[in-house]
């Protein structure tokens, strides 16, 4: 079993910043993909960034691609989510998640994400 948990959340103004963190522990040298998933209120829960074991690539979705930064730290088993100029569309409940799938196959479905943290609130004021 993998145990994931998110930190960094909060509350931003439009166009401030925030990092969000995961610590992941557990049987981690199974995790092979790492994603980044949100849930807006009254939404369903979508794909936000994902990133290969190595770190060597990275996938987002387009609605944050050129703001946001997925970045992990095997040694320390972290993953991050760097998110720059947010805007109050990206206020949602932020769920890290591991995949035992390779990037290339996990991709942006959520049902290849065996292992979920428990959410963390990101709310971006305007």
């Known amino acids: 079993q993998v145990q994931l948990v998110e930190a960094g959340g909060g509350l931003v103004q439009a166009g401030g910043s925030l990092r969000l963190s995961c610590a992941a522990s557990g049987r981690t040298f199974t995790n092979r993909a790492m994603g980044w998933f949100r849930q807006a209120p009254g939404k369903e829960r979508e794909f936000v960034a994902a990133?290969?074991?190595?770190?060597?690539?990275?996938l987002y979705a387009e609605s944050v691609k050129g703001r946001f930064t997925i970045a992990r730290d095997n040694a320390k088993n972290m993953v991050y989510l760097q998110m720059d100029s947010l805007k109050p569309e990206d206020t949602a409940v932020y769920y890290c998640?591991?995949?035992?799938?390779?990037?290339?196959?996990?991709?942006?479905?959520?049902?290849?994400?065996?292992?979920w943290g428990q959410g963390i609130q990101v709310t971006v004021s305007s």
């Open positions: 990133i290969t074991r190595g770190g060597d690539s990275t």
């Open positions: 998640a591991g995949s035992t799938l390779l990037m290339v196959d996990a991709g942006i479905r959520q049902s290849a994400y065996e292992y």
